[in-house]
């Protein structure tokens, strides 16, 4: 007699209880991923090498792109995750740094860039048919990013004082020892004329720049992850038309403000020089984007574009040119004129 075959055990499907674990395992493994390389990033800089230099200022990279690609609880696993790390390796200085400096901007703007809501139904649908996504737009983005850039000035201010003077004295006396260690003169030995002048200067026009460069971090790891998150196939956003971006209306209001209350002598003034720093190169990046819409149609377009690129790299200061050219935009809509005088579709 031929026994009957035991039927063979099944496996259970997986319960969405641990469906969720193994999402959140995700999650956090991610994020320690990203964490650990946006730390060894921004250490590279306590090496003194050029190389750092550049590795350095992309050191919010892999947060982006976790936030991007996986959720922005990776992001925020990974900024704190790399603060952490800092902070045990360097001290308490380098964890306070990133994660106000890198971890917390980069994790606020992969945050922004997912945000979604429904929008129109789609052209040929009902009303009752699934509706568009209205992403969060990247103009919007780019006000965010000189903001961010300009906050993180801002909160590092108290370090060397908390009033006008007192800051402009601990600043100057900061790198005064600075450029003495590495002159080899030492701290203790009196500086120039010539080199109190230098210092002055320095003091009056470091924080602008810093929020500058800040902005011109934040918007370019931000475009640099959403690339490589394109390219990798998760970027669950489409690719905005970067060329069409729009700045909200509250922005030039608030550059002017900012501009008027550049011209106090007091931390307010401080504050508002960083501020308008920074909106002025997010209106840079405005500027850029009109360029790109009303040159389309020209043959000589991509020389064009590469001449401006060129320049605003090799000499900085036409940026404010296309600073102007962005507020020009969003006072008076020039691609929009230029679109209808031309006879061209709109920019995308």
Known sequence: MVGRASPKRMTPPLTALAAGQLVMLQIALVG??????????????????????????????PIMIAGLGWSHWSALVAAVAASAALGIAFGS???FAFLAGAGLPAWWLGYLALLARPGNAPVGGTAAGPALLEWYPPGRLVVWAGVLAALVVVVAIPNFGTDAESFRVGLRTALGRMFG????S????PISATGMGNLD????????????????????NLWLAARVVKFSGRLTRPWPALAAMTFPKLALPALALA???SFLDSMIGIVAVVLTAGLLMAFGVLGL??????????????????GIYASVMIFGWPILALSVL????????IRARAARKRGLPPAV
Do not use: K
């Open 186 to 189: 030492g701290a203790d030995n």
């Open 289 to 306: 984007a009109v360029l790109h819409a009303i040159t389309r149609g020209i043959n000589a377009r991509p020389f064009l574009l590469g």
């Open 181 to 184: 260690a590495e002159s080899g």
């Open 201 to 220: 200067r320095l003091v009056q026009f470091l924080p602008p720049a810093a929020a500058v460069i800040a902005t011109i971090t934040n918007v370019f």
């Open 326 to 333: 962005g507020i020009f935009e969003t006072a008076f809509e």
């Open 259 to 261: 501009v008027a209350l």
């Open 93 to 95: 200085i380098f964890f």
């Open 32 to 61: 320690l991923s990203a964490g650990a390389a946006a730390a060894l990033l921004f250490a590279s800089v306590t090496s003194g090498t050029w190389l750092s230099v550049p590795l350095f200022y992309i050191a919010p990279l």
